[in-house]
């Protein structure tokens, strides 16, 4: 058996089923750069002639440049009663110039009998004659036998006929589909070896997620003797999903010490290929996502933290590096005084007041606070304990005014003084609500002074209520802000019995870590810096209003 695997991926075309998932055409070009940077062998395009989008990219992706990753056009066998010449589907494959086409066909009697009304020996026919006159016509033909596993359970020697038939065309490959997505591995492997007694084709395999079993039917007919598969960046598809390349790949080089494109060279950047691929989809990356999540290497038990820190064996199943993620510690205060120290040491800070440092975060746990999403107002509680930290900016004050007239749309609006040296800033902004309006003046405040943070955006903010803290019908909230700019994200949280107040802490916080993580210096001759507080009546509020 070849040790070597194929990766073809359908993020493109399958993923692009998924709910909520949208590629532009610009976007469809830069995950397959992304994806050719990585190494895959294949990307999928889309369906040519389908929609005028993936027209577009077909020909856009003639220009692209390409290192590795051959670009795919996918498409149905034939219909009934056309020639290959005639039906339009089949023409647009071939105008799409692709150098690999990829065509499925039907391998499960129920639909060829229900869905396409054929004869049996039509569909032999159909499928024979298309892949043979693709092959002679485009350099590599894939041939998708859809629906093959269900096919197999329900008539075995029909599906391997139409295999057979396929084989006949002379196809580069063949993938065996498990197109429902509800098939078990043990008969993802049965029916994977009965193809591979039969064909002399090297097999390939394409998973749907249906009962979360994508990924490891996939590595079942790998080990049966497919060498190519087929899935899609963190695992995106129509219903529950295809098989997640970004688990398919790292199993395939790491457990089961099979050779892909990727390499364990080029395996660390899977992270950021399975991040930059979510950005594009507007899909945020599940935590737990196998792998790549922030979750995946992240320690919280004390006995953990110190048994990893000591032997990280004990409790990684592989090292992070190896797929471009790393470890994380995640501070409470159940995991106490070990914890704390560990983070400290990946932030790379010294605790020269380890204990009162540990004291203050009991304190505002007790109050509260919880720190394991918010690694940055942890690092800026312990370094405004350390004394060097030099503030960025004071705040004076702030007030909100929230109005809601008839049917209009509820307006709120913030006013914030803040003082950057010698200078007040007092600065209104008008939001959606009161936290959107609070971030608008905050920023806008202090942009002059601190340009960067224009690029500084709010990408979550979760609200709690932490019930029985306090007495009688108050109660304490707490927010929690995810933020973001080009490079990284970060989380803050702020705890109050008010929510804008909770917001306003968690809001401050995120901006003075993103002016601690760039060492920024204020520009405080920037133009249009007011040197004095003059009061909200005097100042100019920034435009909007
Ligand atoms: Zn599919």
């Known amino acids: 058996m070849c040790n070597r695997v ?40 889309g369906w040519p002639g389908s929609n005028p989008r993936d027209a577009e990219f077909f020909e856009r992706a003639r220009t692209l440049r390409l290192e590795h990753t051959r670009i795919a056009a996918f498409g149905a066998t034939r219909r009934k009663g ?31 009998t229900e869905a396409l009304r054929l004869s049996r020996e039509e569909n032999l026919e159909i499928i024979a004659d298309t892949v043979r006159y693709l092959a002679a016509r485009v350099p ?97 598809g129509e219903r529950c999903g295809n098989a997640n390349l970004c688990s398919v790949v790292p199993n395939l080089e790491l457990k089961l010490g099979r050779e892909t494109s990727v390499g364990r060279v080029r395996l660390p950047r899977l992270r950021t290929t399975a991040r930059f691929v979510s950005e594009i989809a507007n899909v945020a990356l599940a935590s737990g996502a196998p792998f790549v999540g922030d979750s995946a290497f992240a320690h919280k038990g004390g006995v953990h933290v110190s048994a990893v820190e000591r032997e990280p064996r004990t409790y990684e199943h592989i090292p992070p590096e190896a797929v471009g993620n790393r470890r994380r510690i995640l501070v409470s205060d159940l995991a106490g005084r070990s914890n704390l120290l560990a983070k400290a040491r990946e932030l790379g800070l010294a605790l020269p007041e380890e204990r009162r440092v540990l004291e203050e975060l009991k304190r505002l746990e007790h109050g509260g606070y ?120 970060w989380g803050t949280v702020g705890v109050s019995s008010n929510i804008v107040e909770a917001s306003w802490r968690a809001l401050v916080d995120s901006v003075e870590y993103k002016l601690l993580k760039e060492g920024a210096e204020p520009q405080t001759a ?20």
């Open 6 to 45: 194929e990766i073809y991926d359908t993020t493109l075309r399958d993923g692009a089923q998924g709910e909520g998932v949208n590629f532009s055409a610009e976007d469809k070009c830069r995950i397959a750069e992304h994806l050719d940077a990585l190494g895959f062998d294949y990307v999928e395009g």
């Open 82 to 112: 056309t020639t290959c010449e005639t039906d339009q589907n089949i023409q647009a494959l071939l105008r799409a110039e692709t150098p690999v086409v990829t065509v499925f066909g039907k391998s499960w009697g129920l639909h060829v």
């Open 140 to 236: 590599f033909v894939i041939y998708d036998a859809e629906h093959f596993f269900d096919g197999y359970s329900d008539d075995p020697e029909y599906a391997l006929a139409t295999l057979r038939a396929a084989a006949e065309g002379g196809p580069a490959r063949i993938v065996l589909c498990d197109t429902n997505g509800g098939s078990l591995p043990e008969g993802v492997a049965r029916a994977t070896r009965a193809a591979a007694g039969q064909l002399a084709v090297p097999l390939g395999v394409h998973c749907h997620n249906d009962g979360e079993l994508a990924v490891a039917n996939t590595l079942a007919a790998v080990e049966a003797g497919a060498e190519h598969v087929q899935g899609t960046v963190n695992g995106y």
């Open 370 to 489: 919880e720190f394991e999403a918010a690694e940055a107002s942890f690092e800026l509680l312990v370094r405004r304990m350390d004394g060097a930290h030099r503030p960025f900016f004071d705040l004076l004050g702030f007030r909100v005014i929230d109005e809601h007239r008839g049917s209009e749309m509820p307006m709120s609006e913030a006013t914030v003084r803040v003082r950057v040296g010698e200078r007040v800033e007092h600065t209104a902004a008008s939001g959606t609500g009161p936290v959107n309006a609070l971030d608008h003046a905050l920023r806008r405040a202090l942009e002059k002074f601190y340009p960067t943070l224009a690029d500084v955006r709010l990408i979550d903010y979760k609200v709690r209520v932490l019930t029985g803290s306090l007495s009688g019908t108050a109660s304490l909230v707490r927010v929690l802000i995810t933020s973001g700019d080009c490079e990284s994200r």
């Open 526 to 545: 920037a133009p249009g810096v007011q040197a004095s507080d003059n009061g909200f009546e005097g100042a100019r509020p920034a435009g909007g209003f």
